[in-house]
């Protein structure tokens, strides 16, 4: 016999319940806080590394300054100078003999390409072309008439700031820090 009063118990329709409402939306204001909170913790750590990594003047005892670079996390010192009064970024490279500049950082500062020679670097051998730049300048320092190549072989921004500029200051490496003064 088959008892028509049971209801069958899959077809039960459970009544809206406040408190599960009320915690599902709960629960994604925790996910929401979770992930703003994470961005904001993110973001002033990116800060704080670049902000660690600026370079600062720092001035001695005997009123001279000094340049004092953090490296990066390959080891190399990257900071903003000027080249014949315009912004540029260099790469701080001690074996390089001059300063190398891309081909679309020295249209954009109206370098003329001199004289082709081939030169020996990382990549192999090209040909770059000489220049001469009228200032160059990183934080206090400044050097006028400074020789430099035009490298039509580089990709980017980043200038290469070699030896024709460095040599006429003392470099001081330690722990990770470059200190540049005056001689």
């Known amino acids: 016999m088959v008892n028509n009063n049971l209801e069958d118990p899959s077809s039960d329709k ?11 939306w709960m629960i994604t204001l925790l996910w929401v806080s ?25 001035t001695t005892d005997g009123g001279q300054p000094e340049l ?16 014949n009064g315009q912004n540029i970024r260099f790469l701080l490279d001690t074996g390089a003999t001059e300063i190398s500049i891309p081909a679309t950082v020295a249209d954009r500062l109206n370098l003329i390409r001199g004289r082709g020679y081939p030169v020996r670097t990382a990549n192999g051998d090209i040909t770059v072309y000489a220049t001469e730049l009228e200032e160059v300048s990183i934080g206090p320092f400044s050097v006028r008439n400074v020789s430099a190549h035009i490298n039509p072989g580089m990709n980017g921004e980043v200038a290469l700031l070699g030896m ?3 040599r006429h200051f003392e470099m001081n490496q330690r722990a990770g820090e470059l200190t540049i003064s005056a001689p």
């Open 34 to 58: 979770v992930l703003i909170g994470g961005s904001l913790l993110a973001n002033q750590w990116i800060k704080n590394r670049a902000t660690a990594a600026a370079p600062f003047v720092n």
């Open 14 to 24: 459970l009544p809206n319940d406040a408190a599960s409402t009320i915690g599902g």
């Open 164 to 166: 024709s500029f460095l």
């Open 68 to 83: 004092i670079l953090r490296s990066d996390r390959y080891g190399q010192y990257e900071l903003t100078g000027s080249a």
